[in-house]
């Protein structure tokens, strides 16, 4: 009978700690947990209720996190057409409007707040992103990655899913 009550005791401690810590504090992220390279697996946009994958069903690019809480990025759409011209300063409008719509990049420093991912963009091949500071709610699980862009550069919000490169 004591193994019994020894063994319920237990039991009701752990469900205790259970309830008194909320796995995400027991659990927290930090920008060490980023430091690494991430492929981009998926970019959902939606606005007004409807979805849609800008950069295709397959992006292409990375989010690189160093451990001195810097970051590079780059998103862009597969099957973008080349330049005739084989020289990105002679591109016809049109080529130059594809590769504007079909990539983006940027770099600066991170920061983890909570769950929050916060970029402090420094440059950008969008330039109005420079100088800003976005933030980003997110969650980890293992080699997953995931996080809400509430004001993506095209509107509406961004669903991204990311997978760690090992």
Known sequence: MKRFSTFTTAILALLFLGVALPASDAVGQ?????VGTWTWVSLHITRDGTQSQPMGPTPKGFIVFDSNGRFAYLLSRPGRAKFVANNREQGTPEENKATVEGSLGYSGTYSVSGKTLIFKIEASTY????????KRSFTLTGDELKYTNPAPTISGTAEVVLKRVK
Do not use: F, I, S
Not at 30 to 34: F, P, Q, V
């Open 30 to 34: 930090t920008a060490k947990d980023l």
């Open 127 to 134: 330039p109005n992103a420079e100088g800003t500071e976005q």
